[in-house]
């Protein structure tokens, strides 16, 4: 029997490009019977209490004390395990037994996300119990920022976050596989090195690995990347094995869609790996969006807008990349001039690109990339333009 459970948590856009710790505290703090709060005041609280290493915007112990002192009905405990599994299960045993979203550190240590919820082969029975499979979580990505820095919009129980375009999605489901690869990676280096970190309710973590996983078979080899056409099936297919079809929100993104031309995304940190965004669209708006590995052929993540402002997944055609591009001045980064690009000189790709960085957070947002010399441009799907790609930000 397959178990699904899911915290209402409102979604809450974070107002800068590295207040992601503040905007998951403001999320989860309500289900700890707090109003809304700030996000400018609980980064500083955040930012502040990050004592163990420097370099952080949130750090984990700093987001740790202030969601133990901006509220008193919950007891959050920092949990840097050894494992993804344990991490995971830890989260899981929070949101079924605790009923408040956990909130975990994700792209090694670039991001904090929520986790409202998960889908697994049965009810854990306590923390450490490993006599069930995980097969997705439910997540409150608070990427990407505000559209207004520096003067955001008040977040209120009305507002327009998660309403598309980029003003984000609340509804975003992620496979288990795509989790432990591509998010739960692990924290590479400092004080929480090897380190799996999540902000969740006290219990004490796993002790053992599942003795047995279920059986895991790839519906292609990865010789060749699948088609187009191919992608569109699976996703179908693949919204009705993992049962978003049959939730009350998804059936309501997806009721009255037609199929979108499928988007080709390159991964740029690592070697021959690429995904399809498959895109379902109602009017010319799309509602839905999922995403499929295009060589194996299997389901990655998905998110869906059943009541959309925006759209649920930003596309530029070939006419607007070229208006971004060519003959405007683009900063060169460490005060190297201003580069003007000529019309018909550039190489374009004709594909996307995509890996976690400081310009982008979701994998919803990825870039055409310009080659002009010996220079490159990243042109993200909501029209901005960067000169580089960096990651230098931790906990943003």
């Not at 590479?188 to 219990?203: L, Q």
């Not at 031309?261 to 991964?267: K, N, S, T, Y």
């Not at 807008?305 to 997944?313: F, Q």
Request: glycine share 10%; aromatic share 10%; net charge negative.
């Amino acid at each position: 029997m397959t178990v699904h459970e899911d915290l209402a948590t409102q979604y809450h856009q974070q107002d800068t490009n590295y207040y992601c710790g503040a905007a998951a505290a403001q999320m989860v703090l309500p289900q700890c019977g707090v109003g809304l709060l700030g996000q400018v005041g609980l980064y500083n609280d955040n930012h502040s209490h990050s004592t163990a290493e420097s370099g952080w915007a949130t750090a984990p112990d700093g987001l740790t004390w202030t969601m133990n002192n901006r509220q008193s009905s919950k007891y959050f405990v920092l949990d840097a395990l050894s494992t993804e599994d344990a991490t995971s299960r830890m989260i899981a045993w929070t949101i079924h037994d605790w009923k408040v979203s956990p909130i975990a550190m994700v792209f090694g240590s670039a991001h904090w996300i929520v986790v409202r919820g998960f889908t697994a082969s049965a009810t854990p029975s306590s923390s450490g119990d490993v006599g069930y499979t995980l097969s997705g979580f439910d997540i409150n990505n608070p990427w990407p920022p505000t559209p207004t820095p520096g003067s955001p919009p008040p977040h209120t129980g009305g507002d327009v976050c998660g309403s598309g375009g980029n003003r984000g999605v609340a509804d975003e489901h992620i496979s288990y596989t795509t989790w432990r690869t591509d998010y739960m990676t692990g924290i590479s280096g400092g004080h929480w090195s090897g380190k799996f970190v999540a902000v969740c309710d006290p219990e004490p973590p796993p002790t053992r690995r599942p003795e047995q996983q279920e059986a895991h078979r790839r519906p292609f080899d990865g010789e060749q990347l699948i088609e187009a056409a191919q992608a569109a099936e699976l996703s179908h297919r693949a919204l009705e094995e993992v049962g978003l079809s049959k939730r009350d929100t998804w059936r309501k993104a997806l009721d009255g869609t037609e199929l979108g031309e499928p988007v080709l995304v390159q991964r740029l940190d690592r070697n021959d790996s690429f995904y399809w965004i498959v895109p379902r669209s109602r009017n010319g708006v799309t509602t839905a969006v999922v995403n499929i590995d295009a060589r194996y052929g299997e389901y990655m993540q998905a998110r869906a807008l059943p009541e959309p402002e925006g759209t649920a997944l930003l596309t530029l055609d070939r006419k607007e990349v070229d208006g971004y591009v060519f003959d405007r001045l683009h900063e060169l980064p460490e005060r190297a001039g201003e580069l003007r690009v000529r019309p018909g000189l550039a190489c374009i790709s004709d594909h996307w690109v995509w890996r976690p960085c400081d310009q982008s957070l979701s994998p919803y947002y990825p870039f055409k990339m310009v080659s002009y010399g010996g220079n490159r441009l990243y042109v993200r799907s909501d029209g901005q333009v960067f000169t580089s790609l960096t990651t230098t930000g931790r906990g943003i």
